[in-house]
């Protein structure tokens, strides 16, 4: 079993940089032929369009097979660890399929592109981010039920933020997503890379309320409670 604990701690480490870089390099290609918008685009969108579609799913392709060989070395060394808990050896196995799955939904992501079959891209990211995020709280459960005994209480804590942060994370992008995606902003939202200058906005109204003739004025105002609009030539 020692292959299994010794050598490969560089797998985490290659699993984040890697996929990085394949959102980075797909970013910058997709940029650089002016295919997507610079500001802030969707990493789906990245990887629409060829030659950048080619390295996005070959490069996440390559990010799935990492991730499988970072989940099942993890799940050998919690069993070589805890061989005789029967709770800990349930969580691993659980752990296990829910981190395959999610492994093969980012392979989904990889070759299903958005704009061409997006039933099928969207059950992959559900798969990547649902599931991921289940495993994780695999982990970070069996990182509670391994203390004091394999490592301390830092390990569990690190874990639990981490995965609060991602479910914070995945219900904002969620709820994003479902307004965007509800008819209000055209049907063609799904397909499109570019924002025009006509395309419907957001817009913004402020609103003052006065109490009184000055900012500094404390008496009442025959305006009380009056509500001005702010304008901009007024500031």
Known sequence: MWWFQQGLSFLPSALVIWTAAAFI???????????????????????????????????????????????YVR???????????????KLNKAGLVLGLLSCFGLSIVANFQKTTFFAVHVCGALLTFGLGSLYMFVQTILSYQMQPKI????????????????????FIMLTCSSLLYNGSFGADIVQKLHWNPEDKKISLRVEATLHGLTLYDTAPCPVNNERTRLLSRDV
């Open 75 to 89: 799940y050998k060394q919690v069993h070589a660890l805890n061989p005789e808990e029967s709770r800990i050896i």
């Open 25 to 71: 390099f797909s970013y910058i290609t997709a940029i650089t032929l002016h295919h997507v918008d610079p500001v802030l685009p969707y990493i789906s969108d990245t990887g629409t369009v060829a030659p950048e579609k080619c390295l996005f799913g070959v490069m996440l392709n390559i990010a799935a097979v990492l991730c499988f060989a970072t989940i």
């Open 151 to 170: 490592h301390g209480k830092q390990v569990f804590w690190i874990r639990l933020l981490l995965v609060i942060w991602c479910g914070v994370s995945e």
